[in-house]
């Protein structure tokens, strides 16, 4: 039996010739970026597109300016962190567990653009090695199953790995990063909700980048989620000529809590090959957190991160709110503008602080 989202797969826009067709484009080139990186665009998100440059179109239609140098393969160096293929281990309690090497559409400035379309890198054999990895490290508490896109993977693949997660007893929670509601939410059927439900505590990171890409199918898919309890959170990345606008990103932030989802992380672009086109700078981002602070509802303001070249990981970037800290007084500034003094503790409590232990990690760690 085949379902309405594997014909939906099965239609999408894939060869060069269809795409130069489509979009007007040389095809020649279109062959070369191909080549590079896969290409591949559901005539559901294809439908989105309104007009040739669009924010829709952008993200995954190809662009001769993927074919100019600057940016590496692997910016976050993800590999030197690879234990095994599958598995991303960079922090203390939690890995990335990638399982699959396809997406539904590709993102034209995707980080994991080496490894993304590859079958070489993701295979069963890895996805086991990886399940064998998580069993042996007890210290690993949270897996993040991503890819490529999980759920292009069939329902009972999917669940074997759920389940396999699941009979480990030092794992706590299940995440699972997917576009799948951005690119296809007719994947999310009734019988994956009510299969996903039963390997709770689950938590769904989603990736929107622009309001248009909140359909009513987009709409029906993450409240099946959300009726299902699952948490839902929200990726974006900032990127030029999408996003990179206040006014829009707040829409979207704003959009995002009316379908459930909470905003999560805005990214900033990373610096990955035949991407460049699409990096803003810092500042840009900085603009944007300044434009939500305060001036909307505190949900729909999600940490602004640059996820540090090198394998640095994640490091959120914060609008200078504080602008002096003394042992007397804290000069702050607030989203308008206007300045604030709050007068700090005395010497005499600071000296009294007690250094709490955490068994967990067997590390005595000084909270403030
Ligand atoms: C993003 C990421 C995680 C998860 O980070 P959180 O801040 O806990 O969401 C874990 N491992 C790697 C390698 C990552 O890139
Ligand atoms: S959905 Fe994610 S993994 Fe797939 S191409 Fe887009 S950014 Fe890359």
């Known amino acids: 039996m085949s379902e309405d989202w594997q014909q939906q797969l099965r239609g999408s826009l894939r060869q060069p010739e269809q795409i130069a067709l489509r979009f007007g484009l040389n095809v020649e080139m279109v062959r070369r970026i191909a ?76 980080t994991r653009k080496r490894k993304v379309g590859d079958a070489s890198k993701i295979n069963p054999r890895a996805i086991e090695e990886g399940i064998n990895y998580i069993r042996n490290h007890p210290e690993v508490r949270d897996v993040i199953i991503s890819g490529g896109d999980p759920l292009m993977l069939g329902d009972r693949k999917l669940e074997f790995i759920l389940h396999s997660l699941r009979e480990i007893p030092h794992v706590e929670i299940l995440r699972i990063g997917t576009r799948m509601p951005c690119f296809l939410p007719q994947r999310i059927t009734r019988r994956l909700v009510n299969m996903l439900k039963r390997y709770h505590p689950l938590y769904i990171n989603v990736h929107f980048n622009h309001p248009d890409e909140i359909t009513p199918e987009a709409a029906r898919a993450l409240n099946l989620l959300a009726d299902a309890g699952i948490p839902l959170g929200n990726q974006t990345v900032l990127l030029r000529g999408v996003n990179d606008d206040p006014y829009v990103m707040r829409h979207l932030m704003q959009k995002l809590l009316t379908v459930r989802v909470r905003p999560y992380y805005i990214y900033q672009a990373d610096y990955v090959k035949g991407t460049e086109h699409f990096r803003t700078t810092v500042e840009k981002g900085l603009e944007i957190m300044e434009s939500l602070r305060g001036w909307t509802s505190g949900l729909a303001v999600p940490y602004f991160v640059i996820d540090a070249p090198g394998g640095g990981g994640k490091i959120p970037v914060l609008p200078k709110y504080v602008q002096e800290i003394t042992a007397e007084k804290v000069v702050l500034r607030n ?13 005499k409590k600071e ?18």
């Open 351 to 368: 000296k009294s602080r007690v250094e709490l232990t955490c068994p967990d990690i067997g590390a005595n760690l000084p909270f403030p």
């Open 335 to 347: 989203y308008q503008g206007e300045i604030f003094v709050y007068p700090q503790a005395s010497e």
């Open 35 to 110: 080549r590079i990186f896969r290409v591949q665009i559901t005539p559901y998100y294809a439908g989105l597109i309104k007009a040739k440059g669009d924010p829709i179109y952008r993200q995954v239609v190809p662009d001769v300016a993927e074919l100019s140098d600057g940016g590496v393969l692997d910016p976050l160096a993800e590999d030197e962190d690879s234990p095994v293929p599958s598995i991303v281990h960079r922090y203390p309690d939690r890995v990335l567990f990638l399982v699959s090497h396809c997406c539904a559409s590709y993102c034209r400035f995707c």
